[in-house]
């Protein structure tokens, strides 16, 4: 349970202030996302880090019963699959990325998931008990 608050009180709180971040700068977030997308090198670098992160996180915490510890594995293994698919199909996932970022609501909406998973992984690294 001490692996799972951790990654959790790392995870909740970064998700958090990303989503604001959106949120607080949404015009300015569709213009940086569609220069993003512009560039697969920087999309196969960005790839390499997220597969990284996801998975430091699998190789700590492979947990797979026990409650909520359970969303801390599978957002790590999303996150280690998010980051391989960026790194074996960066012109694809930027091309797939541009239709995203003109469908309306579709930048807002993930922010507001966002927000949701950090409020759920803070919640639970935090409170006592």
């Known amino acids: ?28 977030w569709r ?17 390499v880090a997220v597969f990284f992160a996801g998975l430091a996180i699998v190789r700590n915490h492979n947990v797979w019963t026990g409650g909520w510890p359970v969303a801390v594995t599978v957002f ?5 699959l998010a980051g ?21 609501g579709a930048l807002a909406g993930a922010a507001v998931v966002q927000l949701f998973l950090g409020a759920f992984f803070s919640f639970q690294a935090y409170r006592t008990g």
Request: no cysteine.
């Open 84 to 104: 391989l698919m960026r790194m074996l199909f960066p012109v694809q996932l930027a091309e797939i990325a541009v239709g995203v970022i003109q469908t309306p």
């Open 31 to 47: 213009s940086l996302a569609a220069q993003f997308t512009r560039d697969p090198v920087l999309i196969y670098v960005v790839g």
């Open 76 to 80: 790590g293994w999303l996150v280690l």
């Open 1 to 28: 349970m001490t692996t799972s608050k951790s990654i959790a009180g790392l995870l909740g709180p970064t998700l958090i202030a990303n989503a604001v971040a959106v949120l607080l700068n949404l015009a300015a």
